[in-house]
């Protein structure tokens, strides 16, 4: 199967489709033309801070016309990955509020940093309000037997200009390292958010290709369940021997896609 044959495209966000509040040149005309074409569409995000609705809105603020139920980020399963691994559990959240609340609704009790000793799960994700309290709550709950749970393991978050802030691979390898413990991955690379687009798309992983800027997430998570996959490094960047293709602007892309 050559891309052109391609029946579904999964596109990664951060770095790919947008960076920071901007729409990537040509992203917003060629998932246009895609969805024209008749081609299926999903959305994967690494984002430990949103839920796939959260995304959805995003993507129609830039015009972008999207299926909410194809945009999917890991807060859309970190509650039932923790009860599937661990059962019901008091988890201590080093993270976004939404994140917190992703886990409360899956059943789970929320334990405050005062009382990290009761922890018997600790989630990290991207925590813009981190502190030394925080990041010393965290990893003492490891340190003491609480598994580690994190949405990624992105070490930067891409923002506009091509500058980054620091990603929660960043956090979690901090607690990690200071609790003795690696953590256990809900996001990219591992394979639940890719099978859920699969199957969101109604397609087999040979039909589909995974677009993304990250060879460690994207390409190589994408590869792990049978999809073909386009690396998109648009800033000159070597291209990746673990890619079917490199590309560096999305017209690139389009005529590889045959749209």
């Known amino acids: 199967m050559t891309l052109a044959d391609a029946r579904g ?8 489709v947008w960076n920071g509040a901007e729409a990537t040149p040509g992203a917003r005309e060629l998932i246009a ?4 074409a008749g081609r299926g569409v999903a959305f994967l995000s690494n984002n430990s801070r949103a839920t796939g609705r959260d995304i959805h809105a995003r993507l ?23 009860r599937e691994r661990h059962g019901v559990s008091r988890v201590l959240v080093i993270g976004a509020d939404e994140m917190a609340t992703a886990i409360r609704a899956a059943g789970h009790e ?3 940093i005062d009382r990290y000793r009761d922890a018997t799960v ?10 030394y309290a925080r990041l010393t709550a965290a990893a003492r709950a490891v340190a003491a037997g609480a598994a580690l749970v994190t949405p990624n393991v992105d070490a930067r978050l891409p923002i506009e200009g091509g500058d980054f802030l620091p990603g929660s691979g960043a956090i979690v390898e901090a607690v990690a390292i200071a609790g003795g413990r690696r953590p256990e991955i ?3 690379p591992e394979p639940p958010l890719f099978r859920i687009a699969l199957a969101r798309l109604g397609l087999r992983a040979a039909e589909v290709v995974m677009v993304g800027d ?21 800033d000159g ?3 990746s021997a673990e890619a079917d293709l490199t590309v560096r602007s999305f017209a690139e892309l389009g005529a590889a896609l045959g749209v």
């Not at 033309?33 to 024209?36: G, K, N, S, T, V």
């Not at 990250?214 to 648009?234: F, K, Q």
């Open 9 to 16: 495209i999964v596109l990664d966000l951060d770095g790919c």
């Open 33 to 36: 033309a895609l969805r024209r």
């Open 60 to 82: 129609e603020a830039l015009g972008i016309e999207a299926d909410p139920n194809r945009v999917l980020t890991p807060l859309e399963i970190v509650g039932e990955f923790i």
């Open 110 to 112: 929320l334990v405050p």
């Open 122 to 131: 600790v989630a990290v994700g991207n925590d813009f309000d981190l502190s």
């Open 186 to 188: 809900v996001g990219k």
């Open 214 to 234: 990250s060879v460690d997430s994207d390409i190589r998570g994408a590869r792990r369940v049978g999809m073909r996959t386009v690396l998109y490094s648009p």
């Open 237 to 239: 960047g070597p291209a």
